[in-house]
């Protein structure tokens, strides 16, 4: 084996070329020669390197350099958050969360992506103007916004044919559609339906042999049989009401209902909410007819709910929370206010953990992070503030008994088993890390900018 | 356990002035454990987390670069587990073979990263442009090369080539220091 030869197969590695033949030639040379070693060693270190230089310098200080207009914490707390949105990788960069110009009406554009790429391994960018034809999406999720109002998140892998404004053919994959009432009548087609919105959200999805699952999560859309020919005259249509799922198979006589089941859908429908992400033990549920979030009890998992979106409240709001840094508890008569006449949208987080196992008092951490597409206007955690949003935010009908606000540490406490809850630099991901303790139940309301 | 003096402000501020320093380090360690950059990314997220949560276990005053890599092979060595199936990835064996190396050498390897400075300086106004194109967040080489009007093998062939000279002058720069 000559130089030249180590260093192609050195080379096909770090550009991730390598099949497995040179992956495992590369292996057998450098187990059994200390020098070619070190010599990898030396250009796994240059590529690790010049990754840094070139490819997250700009991000690292496009997070930096965004100070916020008032900043009341300590300087080591902000740098700490935005060190800790830069540690776990946001995936979406600034660059990609501004819009860049859009052409002169396409079809549909491109308004949001979280990790998205084409089987080519391109990126799909915010603000891409997509025409009629194939959309095809090897990972990652991306969200098409009709002129019309329809919205459409798409998961990859999957394809998906655009037809016209109100028209798509979903070849195969998962997409999520939000329908407003200016898009109703927009059509999902698959091989084996055709899904007809009457003003809705709702999810469908197309197995490899084109088992078509359709999944309503607000108000009602109508299911058909498809034949060959996609003719809406031909069968007749069964009305999906939110709550519900129903399936088609190819060879199947009708469509058949079945239970509803909205987990396959927990990655699309969340973009389609206004989250770009949620890592660690953060759960993204869509709350379906019926809801009472007491009904999710969890003991891994933070859930997220979306509650009241876009609305502008008349009174005024009082949060825990505004400006990026660590939550601490202060007075209520310090308690800020939201700004006035801003259209909100909100989310609860909960953690509502039930006694489990031999030791029901045994106390574990649920840490996660959650990244919104707009901006945090304002974080409400103290019980009393909670109370207050509740009648403009909340759940209809739902009362809870016990004290539900997060314990930060306080100042000079060292006892272990306190919350911590961090708005972070870029002001639209919150760093959660809470005690979970059965009986108690810890609450954040979220409120984030509307468009 | 980190200083109980100190409170939780005064801990954050104590774990990233040190995560910050070490980054690179960590990040350069597990790429030569993984070779390829995205789970190198994946790994080193993922490994930031445990430590910022196992920062409590930290001794202070102890190496912080060699607790942090520590953290870090153990995230590499799930990941690779994970991804064995699908692919061929570097034995256990080599991968411990390479972290120990990769520790052992971890000052020489961080005067390279800074040697490299002077030596980007020294490409040519195309290699450059080149670089920042095929390494810049969210491009990739197909794109690149497209955009440049070029095959892809091309500019793997001159990315390949233009690593070489760094590499070598990297070396020259040692050379300059160590003969001072």
């Known amino acids: 084996m000559s130089t030249d030869d180590l260093q192609h197969l050195i080379d096909q590695s770090l550009n991730g070329l390598a099949t497995d033949e040179q992956t495992a030639a590369l292996e057998q040379i450098l187990l059994a020669d200390e020098q070619a070693r070190d010599h990898y060693i030396n250009c796994a270190n240059l590529h690790s390197s010049m990754i840094r230089r070139f490819a997250v310098a700009e991000q690292a200080h496009s997070y930096l350099d965004e100070s916020p207009p008032r900043r009341r914490l300590a300087p080591q707390v902000f740098a700490l958050a935005a060190t800790i949105v830069l540690l776990i ?267 489990a196992g031999k030791n029901p008092n045994i106390q574990r951490r649920v840490q996660g992070q959650i990244t919104f597409a707009r901006p945090i206007v304002g974080v409400i955690t103290m019980t009393r503030l909670l109370q207050e949003s509740e009648d403009i935010f909340g759940f209809p009908d739902v009362q809870y008994h016990t004290a539900r606000e997060i314990e930060p540490r306080p100042a000079g406490d060292k006892r272990p088993g306190f919350d911590s809850l961090v708005l972070a630099a870029d002001r639209r991901t919150l760093v959660v890390d809470l005690m979970e303790s059965p009986l108690h139940l810890d609450q954040i309301r979220v409120l984030v900018e509307s468009e | 356990m980190t200083d109980p003096s100190l409170d939780d402000s005064s801990r954050h501020e104590a774990f990233v002035a040190l995560y910050v320093r070490h980054e690179a380090a960590v990040f350069s360690f597990v790429l030569t454990m993984v070779s390829q950059s995205a789970d190198a990314e994946d790994i080193v997220q993922r490994a930031s987390i445990t430590m910022w949560r196992c920062f409590d276990q930290f001794q202070p005053g102890t190496n912080f670069r060699a607790w942090a890599f520590q953290i870090a092979k153990n995230e590499a060595l799930n990941h690779l587990s994970k991804v064995k199936r699908d692919r061929h990835v570097f034995s256990e064996k080599l991968i411990n073979l390479l972290a120990d190396r990769a520790e052992e050498r971890a000052d020489d390897l961080d005067t390279r990263r800074r040697a490299l400075d002077l030596c980007v300086e020294k490409l040519t106004t195309d290699d450059r442009s080149m670089v920042e194109g095929c390494y810049a967040e969210g491009s990739s080489i197909r794109a690149f090369a497209k955009r440049a009007g070029e095959s892809e093998n091309k500019i793997y062939k001159r990315l390949n080539r233009v690593r070489g000279g760094l590499l070598k002058c990297i070396e020259f720069q040692l050379g300059l220091e160590a003969s001072r």
């Not at chain 1, 999520?176 to 999810?203: C, M, Q």
């Open chain 1, 89 to 355: 990788g946001v995936a979406v960069g600034i660059r990609q969360l501004m819009p860049s110009s859009t052409q002169a009406s396409p079809l549909a554009t491109i308004s949001q992506t979280v990790g998205a790429y084409r089987p080519s391994d391109e990126p799909f960018t915010i603000g891409e103007s997509i025409d009629a034809g194939l959309v095809s999406i090897d990972r990652g999720l991306v969200q098409l916004d009709f002129a019309n109002g329809a919205s459409l998140t798409l998961e990859g892998p999957a394809k998906l044919e655009v037809k016209d404004p109100y028209q798509v053919i979903l070849h195969s994959g998962i997409v999520t559609a939000t329908i407003p009432e200016s898009a109703i009548g927009f059509t999902v087609d698959t091989s084996t339906a055709r899904v007809v919105d009457l003003g809705t959200a709702f999810g469908v999805s197309v197995a490899a042999d084109g088992a078509t699952d359709v999944c309503v999560f607000d108000g009602e859309v109508e299911v058909l049989l498809s034949t060959s020919e996609v003719t809406a005259s031909t069968t007749t249509a069964h009305l999906v009401k939110e709550g519900q799922s129903v399936r088609a198979t190819i060879d199947s006589p009708e469509i058949a209902e079945v239970s509803y089941n909205p987990r396959p859908f927990e990655n699309a429908w969340p973009l389609s909410s206004g989250v770009l992400q949620t890592t660690g033990n953060l759960r993204f549920v869509s709350p379906g007819p019926d809801f009472h979030p007491g009904n999710f009890q969890d003991n891994d998992n933070i859930v997220v709910f979306p509650e009241r979106s876009n609305f502008t409240p008349d009174e005024p709001i009082l949060v825990d929370l505004v400006d990026p840094g660590q939550y601490q508890r202060t007075h209520y008569k310090e308690k800020r206010k939201l700004a006035p006449g801003l259209k909100v949208t909100s989310y609860l987080l909960q953690l509502d953990s039930y006694p």
